[in-house]
């Protein structure tokens, strides 16, 4: 079922000039390395075949080089604008990705009539067996930069957009500070019978975390980290907080963004991390995440 999720989300890796041209040049510079310093496929016996001069083996590499240039950026260039192959889910660029393999392998094809193979046996180009073992050994060397260029593009994207998030919490901050009226108003905690628990500056209070009927507060006093514990359900006690920058950020936590220092990834999920408790990692789903974005935005 996931599998079917990630098949039908929308592909967007390569739809940037700079990302294109990275896939290119990684790509071909890929290619290039792999076969001259493992020389899968039987490659090594062939340059080790004296019938091979230097010069044949040289061209052979830049043989594979422009392969790969040439005939990526004609299918991302050419053949995707006009295949209109944008805005597409992933599972229909796979079937773009075997197409844009076809095209590498018919452009090696079209330099086999001008540069001879190692071993001068042009005959065997006209096989179509030997073409298509050609076009599974493209595919699988294609799949590790292809996926390389992927990893890349989204690595940069998530530092963006963790970037972009820094930036707007630390705006945030900054205008809380000098321009709402409420800043000094203490937080009042009550318990489930509606008793006053503890009550904090909005300064002091950190984040809370839930856990069954009990909620823990983790707060500052005299610069130390205090804990204290109120039976109360955490919903009732984000209803106490409306009007402060304190923000659920997960079913069971709630932080205060004025003491927000950054965000991280971690095994693919996101966390929180405190001035003061950097050490601590606050979960964040995505929903809250969102959510805490917007409340930043009307700051």
Wanted: charged residues 20%; positive net charge.
């Amino acid at each position: 079922m996931k599998f079917q999720v990630f098949l039908n989300q929308p592909f967007f890796y390569l739809d940037s000039l700079k990302s294109k041209w990275i896939y290119i040049i990684g790509s071909s510079v890929f290619v290039l390395l792999f076969l001259f310093l493992f020389q899968p496929y039987s490659l090594s016996e062939e340059i080790a075949n004296p019938i091979n001069s230097n010069e044949n083996i040289f061209l052979f590499f830049l043989t594979i080089f422009l392969t790969a240039f040439l005939g990526l950026s004609f299918s991302q260039f050419v053949l995707r604008p006009i295949f209109k192959f944008y805005n597409i889910s992933n599972g229909k660029y796979v079937f773009f990705l075997l197409f844009e393999t076809l095209v590498i392998t018919l452009t090696y094809f079209l330099f086999s009539f001008f540069i001879p193979d190692l071993g001068n046996d042009f005959e065997n180009e006209l096989n179509i067996l030997f073409q298509l073992k050609n076009y599974f050994r493209a595919l699988i060397v294609l799949l590790f930069p292809f996926f390389g260029t992927i990893i890349y593009s989204l690595i940069k994207d998530l530092n963006h957009e963790i970037q972009a998030l820094e930036n707007e919490i630390h705006r945030f901050q900054n205008s809380y500070k000098f321009s709402n009226p409420h800043r000094e108003t203490p937080l009042l905690i009550y318990n489930e019978n509606e008793n006053l628990d503890l009550e904090l500056r909005l300064n002091n209070f950190l984040f809370a975390e839930s856990s069954n009927q009990y909620v823990l507060i983790y707060y500052l006093e005299t610069n130390a980290i205090k804990k204290h514990l109120v039976r109360a359900r955490l919903k009732t006690i984000i209803e106490t907080f409306k009007g402060f920058p304190v923000e659920q950020c997960h079913r069971s936590f709630i932080v205060n963004l004025l003491h927000v220092k950054t965000l991280i990834k971690k095994e693919g999920k996101t966390f929180l991390i405190m001035n003061k408790l950097k050490e601590v990692h606050i979960p964040v789903s995505k929903s809250y995440l969102d959510s805490i974005k917007k409340r930043m935005q009307k700051a």
